[in-house]
């Protein structure tokens, strides 16, 4: 077996055992780990919670390793009954203890003894000052002429030690119990009893306890790399043998599984493949157990799309959103390649990159959010795929708590972040992130993770996956500048100013002026990410995928007009049952609307409800009952008037 295979925490652990005595073994300590030391020099699991004769194997022959904790107490991995009570015992001279357990540990639990008792604390309260204190002693003074042997202690649980209702004073003392037992070692040995205190993080106990102290060394347990994700699955057994298969380096379903379950614990590998061995998944179909994991369904309605959805698409996008021919092809290119499966294989584990990733800039109301929801209807089949954030409410650089949940101790903890949830209750979505450019740019720095790796970890430690969602940012980003007013020598008073107006709305906009808008936005996008600083960002999101919309040209906002004006006289013939016949003022409300174009489609919008609407709810207000029909005529004074028919 090469050593290099040999996970780098074990070789550390190895390294300074006896050396250092103290060390702190953090990081990913509730999962599985190899053992090397077996015959014909290849790995061996054990299966979950095997840590302790992983440790046991790293240390020396002749060395004796004493576990504790805070549930099962003091015991010896492995001895037999007889062997652990002779080794336990001379811990606790001078101390009452009894048996909690006789089976394989043969666990001895402390017994508080009444003469210690001290401050009011409680029997279960202290009885960990006095384990620190027994651990401390043995360190030092050893246990006693008839084991001679050298001492390993490990403490597993550490970092809950503090949390077993002690009191501050309390805890201070069992700390300083254990610091004492790191500081008073002898020196003239070339083998040194060792403390190890396994703990979540390094910082779960106190910083005091390691601070500048040279006796003491942080070991981080990784996540397992690719090797060892290979090489865990080559000694699958049981059930599960079928699945050794995948770790075949010429097999295209194991090289692919190994690639996506980067960043997950050995036993998240095993639960996959136990959703495989129960769902009777095969290991070349072993991705299928992987969604499952990951998003919680089965299926994928990425591929359970019809052959004639790009069809679909394109016309649902022209139906909702009138005059972007060239922002929806560049969109319906992003689509093509999430549908056929192609997005981001030109990146380094594509498998896990978002679908889709598009930034619509334009000016207001050119249909920017109506495209991410008419993509939304068109691939999911519900509107309501579309999950919109508006970027105006995460201003404050503590906004992003509101996204991914609150730290631990926060109001609102418990909840978890809004984004996160919504995309774990709705794996297959389109996320659109509105007018990004309000948002803080420290929020922004959460974006690197998801655009890159396609996952987030929320506050509570679960993993989300974006993996099977299109991502959308909105922006009208370059169409103003901010300027210094003439008269402020100061340079205190700053307001924006438009970078670009229709000069006259009656006009159809020229080429020349669309290319213009094009180049100013794209160029006021880059921009944007170069002040803030966040260049990288803007190299995730990739100068191709940035869409820019047109402001709505003069046929566009009739188009407009006439669609809305359509949808209006549904509407009320629906609830109201009362026909509306508009012929006569469709041309009057499409010159308006053409007026309004710079406004975009919301501007539009409100002329109708000013000058169609609203004088259409003061005439029937007129009448003594409902009309079954009327018609609409042109006004004296340039508006809209009605009659009955």
């Not at 097999?251 to 129960?278: D, H, M, N, W």
């Not at 795929?385 to 503590?398: G, K, N, P, T, V």
């Not at 008073?493 to 000069?503: D, E, H, N, Q, W």
Request: charged share 25%; proline share 5%; with cysteine.
């Amino acid at each position: 077996m090469n050593e290099t295979m040999v996970p780098k925490w074990q070789r550390e652990l190895r390294a300074f055992l006896g050396v250092k005595t103290g060390i702190v073994l953090e990081g990913n300590v509730y999962d599985e780990y190899p053992l090397f030391q077996v015959e014909g020099g290849q790995a061996e699991f054990l299966g979950t919670d095997n840590l302790d004769q992983t440790i046991l194997s790293l240390v020396d022959p002749g060395v004796r390793v004493i576990f504790f904790d805070p549930v099962e107490g003091f015991y010896c991995f492995g001895d037999s009954p007889e062997t652990q009570r002779q080794t336990l015992e001379p811990l606790f001279r001078g101390y009452q203890t009894r048996e909690s357990r006789i089976d394989h540990d043969c666990t001895l639990c402390l017994m508080p003894s009444g003469k210690r008792q001290h401050g009011g604390g409680g029997a279960e309260t202290e009885q960990f000052i006095w384990v620190s204190e027994i651990i401390k002693r043995a360190l030092i003074e050893g246990l006693g002429e008839e084991h001679p042997e050298k001492l390993v202690f490990v403490l597993n649980f550490a970092s809950r030690l503090d949390a077993c209702n002690l009191r501050q004073a309390e805890a201070n003392t069992m700390f300083l119990n254990l610091m004492a037992a790191t500081t008073a070692q002898q020196t003239d040995t070339l083998f040194c009893n060792s403390l190890i205190l396994v703990v979540d993080k390094y910082n779960d106990i106190p910083t005091w306890v390691y601070l500048n102290n040279p006796n003491i060394r942080s070991v981080a347990i990784g996540l397992p790399d690719r090797n060892l994700r290979r090489l865990y699955l080559n000694n699958l057994y049981g059930e599960l043998e079928s699945f050794r298969a995948l770790a075949d380096p010429n097999s295209e379903p194991g090289k692919q599984f190994v690639a996506e379950t980067e960043g997950l614990r050995l036993q998240e590998l095993r639960q996959i493949l136990k959703l495989a061995y129960r769902r009777r998944i095969l290991p070349e179909d072993v991705s299928l157990a992987f969604r499952l994991y990951k998003y919680g369904v089965l299926d994928n309605p990425w591929e359970n799309l019809e052959n004639d959805i790009l069809i679909h698409i394109q016309r649902k996008l022209e139906d909702r959103v009138k005059g972007q021919d060239e922002a929806l092809g560049k969109v319906k290119a992003v689509v093509t390649r999430a549908v056929k499966g192609l997005s981001g294989l030109q990146h380094s584990g594509a498998s896990h990159k978002p679908k889709g990733i598009l930034f619509f800039a334009g000016p207001t109301g050119v249909g920017k959010t109506e495209t991410a929801k008419a993509l939304a209807e068109a691939i999911f089949g519900d509107e309501n795929a579309c999950i919109r954030f508006d970027m105006s409410e995460y201003r404050l650089e503590q906004s992003d708590q509101k996204l991914f949940g609150a730290p631990p101790g926060y109001v609102g903890y418990e909840g978890g972040g809004q984004l996160t949830n919504a995309v774990r209750d709705r794996p297959f979505s389109v996320l659109l992130f509105d007018e990004i450019e309000k948002a803080s740019p420290t929020i922004l720095d959460k974006f690197l993770q998801i655009l890159e790796d396609g996952r987030m970890t929320d506050n509570q430690g679960n993993t989300v996956y974006f993996g099977e969602t299109i991502i959308i940012f909105t922006s009208n980003i370059g169409l103003t500048r901010e300027v210094t007013d003439p008269g402020d020598y100061l340079g205190t008073t700053r307001r924006r100013v438009p970078t670009l107006t229709i000069a006259d709305p009656q006009q159809e906009d020229s080429p020349e002026f669309r290319r213009e808008v094009t180049e100013k936005l794209t160029e006021g996008v880059k921009n944007y990410f170069r002040d803030i600083g966040r260049p990288e960002l803007l190299n995730r999101l990739g100068d191709d995928n940035i869409v820019v919309f047109q402001f709505i040209n003069k046929p566009d906002a009739e188009a407009i007009c006439r669609s809305k004006l359509k949808k209006i006289c549904r509407s009320i013939r629906a609830d109201k049952g009362i026909e509306i016949h508009t012929d006569g003022v469709e041309e009057l409300l499409c010159r308006l609307a053409v007026a309004e174009r710079p406004n975009g489609g919301r501007g539009v919008g409100n002329m109708l409800e000013r000058e169609f609407l609203n004088p259409l709810a003061g005439y029937i207000c007129t009448l003594p009952e409902l009309p079954r029909a009327l018609r609409c005529k042109p006004a004296a004074d340039g508006g809209v008037d009605f009659e009955v028919i």
